[in-house]
């Protein structure tokens, strides 16, 4: 049943991902490319929305992903799955969190998971700069070939997406130059998506 399926699916991402919502980004691509619900382009969509909508990221995803594949009864199913976890496990932590607060196990195991995120993190940022950059919706996979290929040749077949380029230059300057609030500059991309798409 979808609806089981999808609690599972997103359940699984819940349990297993450290970072926050952008690490979760290519798990979930993962999951619905192989499950067949959702085509790359379809879901760098949904990240978007989901990123221009108030609350975490990764609960959003879930949320537009269970609407997507199985209207509301999916969304509060893939919702109700990604949260579970975190809420269980902060509920477990608070309990021992004093006690383990200074093993030297459990300070080992977050000195594991702190680089685990980061790589999580760029393969996301990897599979927009795809679909969004390079017009090349191939999915996370491609990514992996790419970084562990023995002769640098691109992940893309793609031709350059101008107004996509642009749109991601002017942002990028906008936070690290001028510094603008992200809010401002979310709207202005909406903006120049109209005029340059």
Same mark, same amino acid.
């Given at each position: ?14 349990l %297993? ?10 798990l ?7 499950? @067949?619900?959702? $085509?790359?382009?379809?879901?760098a $969509?949904?990240?978007?929305i ?5 609350g ?14 199985a209207g509301?009864?999916g ?10 976890p975190?809420?269980?496990?902060i509920?477990?932590?608070?309990? %021992?969190?004093e ?22 993190? %760029? ?12 017009c ?7 990514v ?13 077949? %793609? ?5 996509g ?8 300057? @906008? ?5 603008l609030?992200?809010?401002l500059?979310?709207?202005?991309s909406?903006v120049?998506?109209i005029?340059?798409?």
């Amino acid at each position: 049943m979808i609806f089981i399926s999808l609690f599972l699916v997103f359940f699984k991402i819940g349990l %297993f991902t450290f970072g926050g919502g952008y690490a979760m980004i290519p798990l979930i691509q993962m999951e619905m490319q192989n499950a @067949g619900w959702l $085509d790359p382009k379809e879901f760098a $969509d949904i990240v978007s929305i989901s990123q221009m909508t108030p609350g975490p990221i990764g609960i959003n995803a879930a949320t537009y992903v269970g609407f997507r594949v199985a209207g509301i009864s999916g969304s509060i199913c893939a919702t109700l799955g990604v949260f579970l976890p975190s809420f269980l496990l902060i509920m477990m932590a608070a309990a %021992f969190f004093e006690k383990f607060n200074e093993n030297r196990l459990v300070k080992a195991i977050f000195s594991g998971i702190r680089p685990a995120t980061i790589g999580l993190i %760029f393969i996301a940022a990897l599979f927009f700069a795809q679909v969004s950059v390079f017009c090349s919706p191939l999915g996370i996979e491609n990514v992996g070939r790419f970084l562990l290929a023995k002769k640098i040749e691109s992940p893309f077949s %793609f031709k350059l997406n101008t107004g996509g380029l642009i749109i991601f230059l002017l942002i990028f300057l @906008g936070i690290t130059r001028l510094r603008l609030s992200a809010i401002l500059l979310i709207l202005i991309s909406a903006v120049l998506g109209i005029l340059l798409f």
